[in-house]
């Protein structure tokens, strides 16, 4: 875990001192588009570098997936544990197998994810962050903030593949942003700020409000399929993506205890459903998922010790189609 200040790496844990035991996350500094002038939609020009423990980069990987993009944008994932030198590229052979389709870096010369953002910008400040959309051609960042990357990867490929599907509908998005916002800051990055906690007062009150915000979305999956109706859209991808890790990781290791998302009929259905869709269940890598998270916080596990359960099956059956 660290940093970069002005192009050097150094080994920080979040500093959760300065904001009362608060987890304060960074913003992405990367905001490039897929389409213009700069960066105009081309296959095989841009490349994707995620971690399959990361729920931000999963986003970006069932996108890719979905809108069958694989020929399009290549794929690199880096080692599970992030440790003092932050998230680390394997060697050629090491990794491909964590996810099919998967290539080692096409960036010569880096061992690190640091390398990159300096590749791009040598006196880059800042944290190093997964997923990052780079540009081989020029060597650039494109972006490096998912939300933004699965908005590029619904529409900016759409002349290069025959998938229409869209997952940010036009008469939906005042809905989905709507959904969104409040899925991300209760629950997406609720269940960082309940983990990363270091004040009892704290950690209480973004656990409160994760578990009013489950509840909530609990009552409004009774009534719909779907966040946003019957057709699924970018706000369920981005709750997937935290659900799926919820009973396996964020229940023990952030502490996030009251209950598991299998004891709500609703949500757990619902998690299956979405686990269900074609091509998802591949994006899931629960090896790195667990051995991430409890092995790359050492002040919350030092013992390193990732434990074996929970044994849940994703794959048996849903009972959302009557809905
Ligand atoms: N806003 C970013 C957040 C990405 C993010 O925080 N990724 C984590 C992995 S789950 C990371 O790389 N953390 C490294 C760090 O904070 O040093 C996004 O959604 O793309």
Redesign the pocket.
Known sequence: ?G?LVKGEWHTDWYDTEASGGEFV?EQ?QFHGNIGDDTFPAVAGRYHLFV?LA???AHRTLIFRKLKKLEDVIGVTVVKAE?LDN??ELGKAGELEGALEGAVPSPVEGIEYMHQLYTRHDPQYSG?????VLWDKETNQIVC????KIIRILNSAFDSLTEVREDYYPEPSRDEIDEVNAFVYDAINNGVYKTGFATAQDVYEKHYRALFDALETLETRLGKQRYLVGDQITEADWRLFTTLIRFDSVYHGHFKCNQRQIESYPNLSNYLRDLYQQPGVAETVNFGHIKTHYYYSHDTINPTRIVPLGPDIDYGRAHDRRSL
């Open positions: 875990m940093l996350r992405a971690s990361c729920p931000w992030m932050g998230w944290r190093v962050t997964v997923p490096n903030e998912s939300a």
